[in-house]
């Protein structure tokens, strides 16, 4: 297809809007790129970027890269006109995100795409990204009074320490199964390498956990933010939860319980390793569980 890639500009947000009503026409789901296009356009900066496809007869594809890290890149928003689909628009977005990531100093690009979105998991796939995990959100709902349901955790204790949070974090199955990645402080909807530092800086801003007994740790979680959805819905999202038994995975979850409800929003989200122990065990807890897990892929920039 004629045409090319360039940075977006406030007046392309009609084209977006227009295609992007397309994206998801078989599912009851609304895309929220057009809600949020003219904010990316007016947010772009040295760590941000937001591009388009200028085709023939106007703007036929859309996609933003942000710096989340000093060397980790994230692509979202990818969108492109039905019309055009299989015309090479996304790999010029993505080849263009890839590029001004690499240049800022990224040796990793990465995405997600919902599991349920064939299309945009076949289109990742041929961009150059490549599988890297999958995880779920529950939602324990917010419970000034929550307790832990059964025996056993009645000798956990909950502590705000970011040493034990990380002790257990480090060489979890939750980590391993997550290549170390967990939500992103400062991007919605991004993953990121979960560090030492990082777990630290949210026990001074945000809130950590640590439940454990006389002999260490054994659950954890860091809150990343509180956000609010389209519809005023308020969330408070934690970056990870693990935990090595069941016990331990009821007393942390009541913790959480407790936080939302202090927190005064209306829900939360809570990232888990999509394996069949950590699903389950919160099943068992009698927390609610997302209906799909989400795939994240990655790119190395190294050596392009």
């Known amino acids: 297809m004629v045409g090319s890639v360039r940075q977006a500009r406030a007046a392309d947000e009609e084209w977006v809007a227009d295609f992007a009503a397309e994206t998801w026409t078989d599912r009851e789901v609304t895309d929220y790129v057009p809600d949020v296009f003219a904010e990316?356009?007016?947010?772009?900066?040295?760590?941000?970027?937001?591009?388009?496809?200028?085709?023939?007869e106007g703007v036929v594809g859309v996609c933003q890269g942000t710096l989340l890290t000093?060397?980790?890149?994230?692509a979202q928003g990818i969108r492109v006109d039905p019309a055009v689909r299989g015309a090479g628009v996304g790999t010029a977005l993505t080849e263009a995100v890839f590029d001004w990531a690499r240049e800022r100093g990224a040796t990793v690009c990465r995405n997600l795409v919902f599991s349920w979105n064939d299309a945009g998991l076949g289109q990742s796939r041929a961009t150059g990204f490549t599988p890297v995990t999958e995880f779920r959100f529950v939602h324990p709902d917010p419970d000034a009074?929550?307790?832990?349901?059964?025996?056993?955790?009645?000798?956990?204790?909950?502590?705000?320490?970011?040493a034990g949070v990380w002790r257990c974090w480090q060489g979890s199955p939750a980590e391993r199964q997550l290549h170390g990645l967990g939500l992103?402080?400062?991007?919605?909807?991004?993953l990121s390498e979960v560090t030492r530092e990082r777990v630290h800086e949210l026990a001074d801003e945000e809130w950590v956990a640590a439940v454990g007994d006389g002999d260490g740790t054994r659950a954890?979680?860091?809150?990343?933010?509180?956000?609010?959805?389209?519809?005023?819905?308020?969330?408070?999202?934690?970056?990870?939860?693990?935990?090595?038994?069941?016990?331990?995975?009821?007393?942390?979850?009541?913790?959480?319980?407790?936080?939302?409800?202090?927190?005064?929003?209306d829900g939360t989200r809570v990232l888990v390793p999509e394996t069949p122990r950590h699903v389950s065990d919160a099943s068992v807890a009698r927390v609610d569980v997302g209906d799909h897990p989400e795939f994240v892929f990655a790119a190395d920039l190294t050596g392009r």
């Open 184 to 190: 992103d402080p400062s991007e919605t909807w991004a």
């Open 220 to 265: 954890a979680t860091v809150r990343v933010r509180t956000d609010e959805s389209g519809d005023g819905t308020r969330y408070a999202e934690y970056g990870f939860a693990t935990w090595t038994d069941l016990p331990a995975a009821r007393s942390l979850f009541a913790a959480i319980r407790r936080d939302a409800s202090r927190l005064g929003v």
């Open 70 to 74: 000093d060397d980790e890149a994230w």
């Open 145 to 162: 009074d929550a307790e832990t349901d059964a025996g056993g955790a009645d000798e956990l204790t909950v502590e705000h320490d970011p």
């Open 40 to 56: 990316w356009v007016a947010t772009d900066g040295p760590d941000q970027r937001t591009f388009v496809y200028d085709g023939d």
